[in-house]
């Protein structure tokens, strides 16, 4: 990283926090029509970095009739190619931009500059690269019809309509951009609502949609609580379709909300997904696999492999591995170069991680690896933890702890379906991982694994593989042509020749 630039940028993302905040209402930068305003923290020193607009529902209110606007005018007469030019013309802004964004994503999550550079950023672009490609190629078929006489029967494909995109605060800008991106190329118009904890890379992302020359009122981006412009964006009557990430306790509460007017959902909720290391296993892929697993982005990821099951045979020689890797990571802040694993997202993350990793000690489990970190400064920091002696009643091995904790168990002599059934002894379905050289067991692993990805000796995210949960890890699916298909309604057109 050229660090010259890292400092010439870091005053622009500044001087860009200093300006005053506003939401992107109608093609304008507006204020919350209540007046509120909300600080939001830099986690790696619980400072303020700046105030944004509260929105409330008067604001989302405003934003759907936009939204519903651009969707009945300017937008429809939009072709597809020119959409997804348009689509490409962002990515193209958010390479120009991309330390600026880096930095406000590191400073308002706490994630390394070496993630939020090297990996969010560019994700972000990429999946509006290919998702543009779908906007000119989203068509229906031509079935035969056996009815008598002639017919002409042939379905459509059309956009949903206005979408209320609600998004977490683990990947903000790749995640914002991530329902954007396949809803655009639909057709649709929207209502983005980015988590209260980390809204600075949607409003900048704001300026870019505009820069990019996408008509008033197709994206709008309201910033919020959960409970105020969140919950109202779920219960609006004029919104057709939601898409959510986050907990699967909200995606509950979504769901009931979306109910008045029967909306389309998208629910990406939460996992505690399993990793079974087979004796047979590749210790060089398993061990910085299962390592990366949990701790990347401090854990906070929906598909962090939390639940280790490894062979006995090859247990001591896996946990010495992933422990010094644990042990070796460089906790610190995002914007520190040497940086490995940054801070949690808020004090009220790090209070939950630490509960849990409390809990589960007082119920009998014990710490077989634990990191370093900066614990007694401000910022929210956790040190790596690996618990073993975990059993299945404690909530360490049965709920989303979404931090940097695994719960590493050993086996010995199990069939794979019993493997499986470990696996799959669980509410969620998310992802799983194997580490084998048995192409056969991996293969009879991957059936038998209720999850929507199974990663087999390592595995990442590619716009092009549809992902989503089994069970209460959600609805649908996104990425890939399913992840469009999402943002539309089919129709079919009958015709008497
Ligand atoms: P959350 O589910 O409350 O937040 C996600 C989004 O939902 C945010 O934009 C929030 O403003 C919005 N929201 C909250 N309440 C809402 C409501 N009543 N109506 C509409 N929108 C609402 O997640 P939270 O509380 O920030 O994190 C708690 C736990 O949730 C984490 O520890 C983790 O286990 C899980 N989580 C899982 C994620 C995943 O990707 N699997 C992402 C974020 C959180
Ligand atoms: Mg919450």
């Not at 061990?287 to 906070?300: D, E, M, R, S, Y």
């Not at 992933?322 to 949690?344: F, H, M, N, Q, Y």
């Not at 119920?363 to 002696?389: K, M, N, S, W, Y």
């Not at 509410?427 to 038998?448: D, E, M, N």
């Amino acid at each position: 990283m050229n660090l010259s630039v890292h400092d010439d940028v870091l005053a622009r993302a500044r001087a860009w926090l200093a300006r005053p905040k506003k939401m992107l209402i109608d093609g304008r930068w507006v204020e919350a029509e209540a007046g509120g305003a909300f600080d939001t923290i830099d986690p790696a020193d619980g400072s303020t970095l700046c105030a944004v607009p509260r929105g409330t529902a008067a604001d989302i209110e405003r934003a759907v009739a936009a939204a519903r606007k651009a969707f009945d005018g300017a937008w429809r007469k939009v072709t597809p190619a020119a959409r997804a030019a348009m689509m490409w013309k962002l990515a193209e802004l958010i390479d120009r931009d991309r330390a600026e964004l880096a930095i406000l994503e590191t400073l308002d999550n706490g994630k390394p500059l070496r993630v939020s550079l090297g990996m969010d950023v560019p994700f972000a672009a990429e999946r509006l690269r290919y998702n543009a490609g779908w906007a000119t190629k989203i068509h229906g078929e031509t079935p035969p019809v056996s009815l008598p006489g002639e017919w002409l029967g042939y379905t459509m494909r059309e956009p949903v309509g206005v979408v209320g995109h609600i998004v977490a605060w683990n990947a903000p800008l790749a995640s914002a951009v991530g329902k954007l991106a396949p809803s655009l190329a639909a057709g649709c118009t929207m209502v983005l609502k980015p988590a209260e904890q980390t809204p600075l890379t949607a409003l900048r992302l704001g300026e870019l949609i505009d820069e990019a020359g996408f008509p008033p009122g197709v994206v709008n981006i309201v910033t919020g609580y959960g409970e105020e412009a969140g919950a109202a964006l779920a219960a609006h009557g004029d919104v057709d379709k939601v898409s959510f990430t986050g907990s699967t306790e909200i995606g509950k509460i979504i769901v009931r909300a979306a109910a008045g007017n029967l909306k389309r959902l998208t629910l990406e909720l939460g996992g505690k997904s399993p990793v079974i290391v087979m004796p047979d296993a590749d210790l060089d892929k398993a061990i910085p696999g299962v390592a990366n697993g949990i701790f990347f982005n401090t854990g906070q990821v929906c598909t962090a492999g939390s639940r280790l099951f490894a062979h006995a045979a090859i247990f001591d020689d896996l946990m010495k591995g992933v422990a010094a890797r644990a042990r070796g990571l460089k906790v610190g802040a995002g914007l520190d170069p040497s940086t490995e694993i940054g801070p949690l997202v808020s004090a009220t993350q790090q209070r939950r991680v630490e509960g849990y990793i409390r809990s589960g000690l007082d119920e009998g489990a014990e710490v077989l690896a634990a990191g370093q970190a900066p614990l007694d400064g401000p910022g929210f920091f956790v040190a790596p933890t690996i618990l073993g002696r975990t059993h299945r009643e404690m909530a360490v091995r049965r709920e989303e702890i979404f931090g940097p904790v695994l719960c590493a168990v050993s086996f010995d002599d199990a069939t794979l379906d019993e493997l499986a059934a470990e696996a799959n002894d669980t509410t969620y379905g998310l992802a799983a991982s194997v580490f084998t050289s048995h192409l056969g067991a991996a293969h009879k692993l991957a059936s038998r694994i209720r999850a929507g990805t199974v990663k087999i000796n390592g595995g990442g995210l590619d716009p092009s593989l549809p992902a989503g949960g089994y069970k209460q890890s959600g609805w649908g699916r996104e990425y890939g042509r399913e992840g469009v298909e999402i943002y539309t309604e089919l129709k079919s057109v009958l015709v008497s020749l």
